[in-house]
């Protein structure tokens, strides 16, 4: 009898288990489906054709502080476009900055959805690109780090934020231990421009150790971005109607 309810058992759980997918991401000749799988609010389709999604791209807005939830959000939307088969992404850049990790994790996501599934990330920086978001700018495919005209570019040394609630009590390693961290975490920072903008690390360094706002034809010249593209003005045709009273 006992053999008899865990067979039973068993199949319950094999058959309930058949239709879930699982969740995987790697290269493939098929997109995967994956019918609970939607876009984030920040994520949107844009068809430019009736070749279906071969004439189509996907948009990411990138709006505001950068963080952990846009992570899971960009990635999340290029999960979606890869299983569809939309290998072209814009992403729309608005952003006083955020979190540096975040916007470190963003850019090897981009890197790898640019190497291994063979996807063309366009960015577009709109109004302000400060702080982490020209780090995330660096995620962009070559040629593709797009500054628009009357925008604002800022960078700086790297800024770690603390909060305390109370007594704090330290011992002179544990700062020490804090500083090495801390000078660690620089290096890395600015090693993601050194390469770009053709400097060592402490000529970088040296660069931003003050905060630096630019316009984006100067960022264009230090190499960190690789165009700047007039904010296009399109005319608006209204239709006058006579005053009624």
């Known amino acids: 009898m006992k053999r008899v309810i865990l067979t039973l058992l068993l199949c319950v759980v094999l058959l309930g288990g058949a239709g879930i997918p699982a969740l995987a991401e790697g290269p493939s000749h098929q997109p995967f489906r994956y019918p609970y799988l939607q876009l984030p609010s920040s994520a949107f389709i844009e068809a430019l054709d009736k070749s279906g999604v071969k004439g189509a791209t996907g948009h990411i807005m990138m709006i505001g502080s950068i963080g952990s939830i846009e992570f899971r959000e960009m990635r999340q939307s290029l999960l979606y476009f890869k299983n569809i088969g939309i290998r072209k992404v814009d ?7 955020g979190s540096p990790f975040a916007a470190f994790a963003m850019v090897q996501l981009l890197r790898k959805y640019q190497r291994i599934h063979g996807f063309k990330v366009r960015i577009m920086g709109f109004g302000e690109v400060a702080s982490a978001a020209c780090i995330l700018l660096q995620g962009a495919s070559p040629g593709e780090r797009i500054l628009m005209d009357g925008s604002i570019f800022m960078m700086h040394d790297l800024q770690i934020v603390k909060f305390s609630f109370g007594l704090i009590f330290e011992s002179v390693s544990d700062q020490a231990q804090e ?10 920072y600015w090693e993601m421009f050194a390469g770009p903008m053709g400097k060592t690390v402490e000529e970088v360094n040296l660069m931003f150790k003050d905060e630096l706002w630019m316009t984006p034809q100067r960022a264009v010249e230090i190499g960190l971005a ?15 109607y006579p005053d009624e009273e």
């Open 91 to 97: 992403i729309t850049l608005h952003s006083e900055g």
């Open 226 to 240: 690789d165009k700047v593209i007039p904010t296009p003005l399109v005319p608006i045709t209204t239709k006058e």
């Open 179 to 188: 500083v090495d961290r801390t000078k660690f975490v620089q290096r890395k």
